[in-house]
């Protein structure tokens, strides 16, 4: 990490008790969606008398957890054009905000060991050119021309095939980009206040019109609840039942490997994905936890069962020794979808079900929410995200693409 860069990030907070008694937006958590949102209606929209309530610290739920994969290789049209769209404002997001949050095009290997994995990979190639994604159907020699570190037999057992590979593919240093939304929005008068949980909702009639904390009540034009793994509490204050479910998910860290490993690699019939670190440490990251549970307890038995999975198609890992390991708790929709949006409640919106893929969706889904609640009107990007599909029987089921189940 440069020292120098990172003091160049100016964060000016505001105490809880210098909180106004009035604000025309409210938000409830202080990770990469909540902040992306104060950004955007700063920067898009002249709107800037907004407070960002947090109850920890900026970036310390899944925004600052999670394994920082940037991809857009979805499996149905709606979720590529969104996440498409997201990876090109990652593109710019350095030029935009003048920080370095360590963007880093890779390509994404997305690999099929069996003849059912080759037809839906090249299904999800045909899926994505079409929608506007870079993605390629390719064979075993491309992927060992990508990929020199991969066992193309699988230890014996799970053969690579053939793979999508997705050449946009990226990463991004996770607690830069929330500090960049983060000094952008507080440059233009955002008031972020650390350490401010919201413990209830003010409510007239039906409307929610502003939110409780222990410092006192503060008033909203709008309510948005953008609070990862703990959306669910904050829907319950306004009387909302979600269709979330709040699992763990952890990742772990090695110690540095010398190689180049230029490739984020995933495989979701062995279900693990893996990058290399600006450090150099390899970055691995599994399924979910099956439990629904807020435990942040990371665990010997995911490790031991993760780093076998790894190292049946990237050996070299047996000579790594893990440096750390750590869990988030991500707010898992039941179609692997995420609801943004109008909750039928007013003055009360969300942003949710980012589960285990809502990183890559931080500039979007924070762009086409404020323009959401400044202009009154769900954008045409996100309408199909509504909480209402559920109700409509317009789920957007593409759990084969979340890597993660
Ligand atoms: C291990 C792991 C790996 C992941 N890997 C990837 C990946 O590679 N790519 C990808 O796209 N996504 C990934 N994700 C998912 C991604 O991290 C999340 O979807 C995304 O960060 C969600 O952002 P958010 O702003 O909605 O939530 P968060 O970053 O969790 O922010 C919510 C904030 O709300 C605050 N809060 C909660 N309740 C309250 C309250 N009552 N009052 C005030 N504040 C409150 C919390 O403290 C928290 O800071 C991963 C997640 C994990 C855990």
Known sequence: MNEYVERQIV??????????????????????????????????????????????????????????????????????????HSIELYQRLEEETGRWVMHQQKGLLWLAHSELGVRAERARAEVNTACGAKTTFVTPPEIADICPQLDLDGGGSWPVRGASYHAEGATARHDRVVWAYAEGAMQRGVHVCQRTPVVGLLREGDRVVGVETPAGCVHAGVVVAAAGGHVTTIANMAGL?????????????????????????????????????????????AEIDRQPSYAYRAG?????????????????????????????????SPDYSPIMGETGIDGFLITTGWGTWGFKAIPAGGEQMARLIAEGETPALIAPFSLDRFARDRTLADRGSAGTH
């Not at 969606?33 to 955007?40: E, P």
């Not at 970036?59 to 709606?78: F, M």
């Not at 995911?302 to 790594?320: K, N, S």
């Open 11 to 84: 964060l000016r907070w505001a105490a809880p008790e210098s909180l106004r008694d009035a604000y025309d937006v409210v938000i409830i958590g202080g990770g990469g969606h909540g902040l992306a949102i104060a950004y955007y209606l700063a920067t898009r929209h002249g709107i800037s008398k907004i407070a960002v309530l947090e109850q920890g610290y900026i970036g310390g739920g899944n925004s600052g957890r999670n394994t920082t994969v940037i991809r857009a290789n979805y499996g149905i049209p709606e979720a590529v054009r969104f996440y498409q």
């Open 241 to 285: 039942r979600l269709p979330i479910r709040t699992h763990p998910l952890q990742a772990f860290v090695t110690n540095h490997y010398q190689q180049q490993f230029d490739t984020i690699v995933a495989s979701s019939d062995l279900l693990f994905y893996a990058s290399q670190t600006a450090r150099g440490e390899m970055l691995i990251g």
């Open 300 to 332: 010997h038995r995911f490790v031991q069962h993760c780093a076998h999975r790894a190292m049946t198609l990237l050996p070299f890992l047996r000579d790594l020794r893990i440096l750390r390991q750590w869990t988030g708790v991500c707010d898992m």
